[in-house]
């Protein structure tokens, strides 16, 4: 890097800025496990005494265990279907020299921006059209869409990274084109296969919109969650409930952006 | 020495005498990339294809439709867009929607602006971490961010018992939840993360020598930043906002749990159609008249600043 000196000044008044953005941004998530251990139904300071009740509570909490099933299993189909079609769908845009390129990738990407309750309304209404009821079946289609470019934008930076001629060198030494990808490409971007599936699983278990039209008597854990809202002294069950999946969506994201982010030559075989 | 390799490998294929046409099927296909390309991106081009043509074409052709009953009658009429051009109710709405959206995503991109510009230019070890760390919160349940906000400003919130329990006020703040003001703020926070990274990737991207020029040239760092830092990572800045301000219009959760009745925005007049109002063509005529209009926004936004990047240059 250049040595441009004002640059590598650290820059007091930022950092100070750094810092109050990241409480901004981590603050209000904060007070969900707080109060979770409030032995009071309301929330409201100050907290007078503090219990692990709601937690023991959620282990007889049945509608909840079968929520949290039902989550699960969305998210494992969803996040494997939509990490298999991005395996193929990335090493194609990364690969090889597709005309047209550019304009695919947006297509594909496009759930990204389009709006939740568009593409809940829209696919509500082929489901409807075709006569098929409402199921985990149909909440797991629509994770499915929104997970795909997840899947596609993860593995595409793995696919970038690595060496072509790794492919090229075991072509040349005899494999034909499986075996090269089975022996050579997925032990390669292995990580970012992971990573992807490891994203899609928790984008699928966190997923409210579609699911919210999607769904149908079975609920997902969000649709529990919704649920409970409408009732206030559920919400300290709500709560604990909460601080649970805070902390599993954190742990399970941290892990897969380090396995995207780490430098795809040091774990080569 | 990959090239030598396939050019030998085009010379025997050339100097074979006779093939078969399947083999010479098979030899064009193993030498066109874009065929192979397009095969193995396919499955997953068509997936995506079909799971958003077929329902939008579907939605398109529902509009045109009228509810009867749980039926619908599906001759032909434009009845569902005269009746949303005639209510002022849903113009309002839609407004509305507009706004709280446009003051979100302006709050969002300057937020974090000078937080990317910090960890660009002025973090030097650890950046990855920063990154994560500034994202994360992103990938955590969105119903969960919102919800935490309504334990925040609600009547028995955070703030007002706080407020109350330091002897501030006397009696909680109702002007806190359920308005737009709250919605804005929710939204805000709620998205902040996904615009940091487009605007991070812009500026990282600038040569640092123009930076350098600017001064050796006699730009103090304010004019330096605004001839040379703001110009070149206005990409960024303008994928962001897009990428804000169209999916929020469409935000239903947010303005429930948090709007109140005067912070309710067309997203959930859309999702009462395809619920207690049991509208299904209605509802399919307001969502494509919202994404039309946002459409419409976004094109024209990002024609005028194209002009006026050009303009600058």
Not at chain 1, 97 to 116: D, E, N, Q
């Amino acid at each position: 890097m250049k040595n441009v000196a004002y640059i590598n000044r650290p820059n007091r008044p930022l950092f100070i800025y750094a810092i109050l953005f990241l409480i901004f941004l981590y603050l209000p998530i904060l007070f969900l496990p707080l109060f979770s251990f409030n032995e009071a139904i309301y929330i409201a300071f100050p907290i007078e005494n503090w219990t692990l009740q709601w937690y023991r509570d959620m282990f007889n909490n049945e509608p909840m265990i079968a929520a949290l099933l039902n989550s699960i299993k969305v998210g494992v189909v969803a996040s494997v279907a939509s990490t298999f079609l991005g395996v193929f769908g990335a090493k194609a845009v990364t690969r090889y020299h597709i005309p047209g390129r550019a304009p695919i990738v947006s297509v594909i990407m496009a759930p990204l921006v389009i709006p939740g309750i568009i593409l809940g309304v829209a696919l509500l209404i082929l489901i409807n059209r075709i006569g098929v009821p409402l199921s985990l079946y149909t909440i797991t289609l629509g994770h499915i869409l929104v997970c795909v470019p997840f899947s596609m934008a993860t593995l595409m930076t793995r696919f970038e990274g690595f060496d072509k001629s790794f492919e090229e060198a075991s072509a040349d030494l005899g494999e034909n084109a499986w075996w090269t990808f089975w022996r050579v490409t997925i032990p390669i971007v292995f990580p970012g296969i992971v990573a992807s599936l490891l994203l899609c699983f928790i984008i699928s278990f966190d997923e409210f919109i579609l699911a919210f039209f999607l769904g149908g008597t079975d609920p997902t854990l969000p649709l529990f969650i919704w649920g409970q809202l409408r009732f206030p002294n559920r919400l300290p069950s709500v709560l604990a409930l909460a601080t649970c999946i805070l902390v599993l969506s954190l742990v399970v994201v941290v892990i897969s952006q380090y396995l995207v982010k780490r430098e795809p030559d040091s774990d080569t075989p | 020495m990959n090239n030598s390799v396939t050019t030998i490998k085009v010379i025997k294929e050339i100097a074979r005498p006779y093939k078969s046409w399947r083999s010479r099927l098979r030899a064009f296909y193993n030498r066109s990339e874009a065929f192979k390309g397009y095969t193995l991106l396919s499955p997953t081009l068509l997936v995506m294809l079909f799971s958003m043509c077929v329902p939008f074409g579907l939605m398109v052709v529902m509009s045109f439709w009228t509810q009867s009953g749980y039926e619908f009658d599906t001759s032909f009429t434009l009845l569902n867009y005269e009746k949303i051009v005639s209510t002022p109710v849903y113009s309002q709405l839609l407004m509305r929607s507009l706004w709280i959206s446009a003051a979100c995503t302006l709050a969002t991109v300057l937020i974090a602006y000078p937080m990317a510009y910090y960890v660009a230019f002025h973090v030097h070890r650890r950046k990855m971490m920063w990154i994560i760390l500034m994202t994360l919160p992103f990938w955590t349940s969105y119903l969960l961010r919102i919800f935490s906000w309504k334990v925040i400003l609600g009547f028995n919130g955070v703030i007002n018992s706080g407020l109350m329990g330091m002897g501030i006020i006397d009696k909680p703040l109702e002007f806190l939840l359920y308005n737009p003001t709250a919605v804005v703020i929710t939204l805000t926070h709620a998205w902040v993360a996904f615009a940091i990274l487009p605007i991070y990737i812009s500026l990282e991207k600038i040569d640092k020598s123009l930076l350098e020029a600017a001064t050796d040239l006699g730009d103090g760092p304010i004019a330096r930043f605004f001839r040379v830092t703001l110009p070149l990572s206005l990409p960024g800045v303008i994928a962001a906002t897009i990428l804000i301000f169209v999916p929020t219009v469409g935000d239903y959760v947010t303005p429930a749990l948090v709007g109140g009745p005067n912070g309710l925005m067309i997203a959930n007049l859309i999702t009462a159609h395809f619920g207690i109002i049991n509208n299904w063509p209605g509802g399919s005529a307001l969502a494509i008249i919202m994404m039309l209009v946002v459409g419409f926004i976004a094109a024209i936004y990002i024609g005028l600043t194209r002009f006026a990047v050009k303009n600058i240059e």
